[in-house]
């Protein structure tokens, strides 16, 4: 049945399967002063792409990257981006073959979220990354590439200090 469905209709399994949009694959909380969280299962070959959202992480320090690896690979990782400060000039930001994709910064008080779509993570391609999201008075945005996969865990962390509460959801985007 096509979509946009009217009200009364009986919607199928197949129905449901072959509609676009997120599905929730995983939430995690985030523990206690931690420095990195691993997030396992979260990438099959149900989905081709997804989203990763970070939110309301308190950091125990501003400023500091926040950082994202493939199953905790530490090298192959390329990225160009850009941080504007609501206070002073954009700064440009950028890794070539480094040890992790970096794809923001912290604040503090709930103040650090991350967005990442990480397109065909559990593919045996190179995954292609974009970040967005926003702390400390700062907005940013970048792009990059990560390790060849196929991938089914990440690792979400800090450069320094340490964060608490919040979660991690990872979304598949329905190949519909």
Request: aromatic share 12%; charged share 5%.
């Amino acid at each position: 049945m096509p979509y946009p469905w009217a009200a009364g209709e009986v919607l199928t399994a197949a129905d449901l399967n072959s509609a676009m949009g997120l599905v929730l694959v995983k939430a995690q909380t985030i523990g206690s002063a931690v420095s990195s969280v691993t997030v396992t299962d979260a990438f099959s070959s149900t989905f081709d792409n997804y989203r990763i959202v970070m939110a309301s992480v308190d950091a125990s320090a501003t400023n500091n990257n926040v950082y994202f690896q493939f199953d905790g690979v530490t090298s192959g990782y390329y990225y160009s981006g850009i941080y504007v400060s609501f206070s002073s000039a954009p700064a440009n930001h950028y890794g070539l073959n480094v040890s992790s994709f970096v794809c923001g910064r912290t604040g503090t008080a709930s103040g650090t979220t991350v967005v990442i779509d990480a397109i065909a993570p559990n593919l045996s391609t190179r995954s292609v990354l974009q970040a967005t999201g926003g702390a400390n008075l700062q907005s940013y945005w970048v792009n990059g590439f990560g390790t060849t996969g196929p991938h089914t865990a990440f690792v979400l962390g800090l450069s320094g200090g340490t964060m608490t509460g919040g979660t991690i959801k990872v979304y598949g985007y329905n190949n519909g």
